[in-house]
């Protein structure tokens, strides 16, 4: 079963940068889709990026489009989200996932990592 751990996240004022990876623990060959998804306190979790894997399209919320990058380190098994110029409602627990297919639908990922806070302070 993959396991997937994020990492990077802090807090950073706004306009600042910050960038977050999420190392599974074998590659997903049956798994395409890696994604990151983030919640808010109080609002439903929301996805921000995905990618297939080997080479394949990226996916980005209109909310982070020209902000966040999504890209890939296939010999470290990584995906990483570079995100700039953040705002205040960049604020939240970010999470990955993977699964088959890329979804902006959290019910359709199967595994998840523990998440990791941003906080963007104005």
């Known amino acids: 079963q993959v396991q997937l751990v994020e990492s990077g996240g802090g807090s950073v004022q706004a306009g600042g940068s910050l960038r977050l990876s999420c190392a599974a623990s074998e590659y997903p060959y049956r798994l395409n889709c890696m994604a990151w998804f983030r919640q808010a306190p109080g609002k439903e979790r929301e996805g921000v990026a995905a990618i297939y894997t080997g080479g394949g399209n990226t996916y980005y919320a209109d909310s982070v489009m020209g902000r966040f990058t999504i890209s890939e380190d296939n010999a470290k098994n990584t995906v990483s989200l570079q995100m700039n110029s953040l705002k205040p409602e960049d604020t939240a627990m970010y999470y990955c996932?993977?699964?088959?297919?890329?979804?902006?639908?959290?019910?359709?990922?199967?595994?998840w990592g523990q998440g990791t806070q941003v906080t963007v302070s104005s």
């Open positions: 996932a993977v699964d088959q297919r890329c979804s902006w639908r959290h019910e359709t990922y199967n595994y």
